[in-house]
Antibody, heavy 118, light 107 residues
Framework: QVQLQESGPGLVKPSETLSLICNVSGGSISSYYWSWIRQPPGKGLEWIGFIYNSGNTNYNPSLKNRVTISVDTSKNQFSLKLSSVTAADTAVYYC????????????WGQGTLVTVSS | DIQMTQSPSSLSASVGDRVTITCRASQSISTYLNWYQQKPGKAPKLLIYAASNLQSGVPSRFSGSGSGTDFTLTISSLQPEDFATYYCQQSYSTLMYTFGQGTNLEI
């Protein structure tokens, strides 16, 4: 079955760019939609955006100016870049597959905590 | 944006209880509503998709219903492993997926 694993720095300085990778195993990244979702400590879930393997993307309007999601089919992984980060971007970042129509998120990666601090 | 409002925000219950959590959308979303369970330190887990469809491997004590703006998640007989936070999520608006604020189910 498909499994997802996030990786990347756990600490990012304010104003810098947060970069994370989600590795997909147990299945091909092609022909599916892939998403990033985040959760600030002690708070709820916020959808960041998704990408299709063709490169089509859709982003949360509140983050759109700072977010880039890309896919590397040769490595079976997709990535998140969030620029000009502030403390408000401190969160656990999850990658997930967007599946079905109407769609839902399943499975999810285990999540990775990214702290924005100098 | 479509706003999702869950009630209650927290709930105390006992093993064996029947529990219902409500999710209301700010506009009609047909049956484009999913439910997730999240335990501390873990990723959310899909329980119910498209309002009433039980995800494979999820116990049958979980059920979902509703359409339009009002939805419910019901746990027919609470088990110790069910104490967690539950989130609803709409997928009607593909421009902006949104989650409810969560319902913390406590012993």
């Amino acid at each position: 079955q498909v499994q997802l694993q996030e990786s990347g720095p756990g600490l990012v300085k304010p104003s810098e760019t947060l970069s994370l990778i989600c590795n997909v195993s147990g299945g091909s990244i092609s022909s599916y939609y892939w998403s990033w979702i985040r959760q600030p400590p002690g708070k709820g879930l916020e959808w960041i955006g998704f990408i299709y393997n063709s490169g089509n993307t859709n982003y949360n309007p509140s983050l759109k100016n700072r977010v880039t999601i890309s896919v590397d089919t040769s490595k079976n992984q997709f990535s998140l870049k969030l620029s000009s980060v502030t403390a408000a971007d401190t969160a656990v970042y999850y990658c997930a597959r967007k599946y079905g129509l109407p769609s839902w998120f399943d499975p999810w990666g285990q999540g990775t905590l990214v702290t924005v601090s100098s | 944006d479509i706003q999702m409002t869950q009630s209650p925000s927290s709930l105390s219950a006992s093993v064996g209880d029947r529990v219902t959590i409500t999710c209301r959308a700010s506009q009609s979303i047909s049956t484009y509503l999913n439910w997730y369970q999240q335990k501390p330190g873990k990723a959310p887990k899909l329980l119910i998709y498209a309002a009433s469809n039980l995800q494979s491997g999820v116990p049958s004590r979980f059920s979902g219903s509703g359409s339009g703006t009002d939805f419910t998640l019901t746990i027919s007989s609470l088990q110790p492993e069910d104490f967690a936070t539950y989130y609803c999520q709409q997928s009607y608006s593909t421009l902006m997926y949104t989650f409810g604020q969560g319902t913390n189910l406590e012993i």
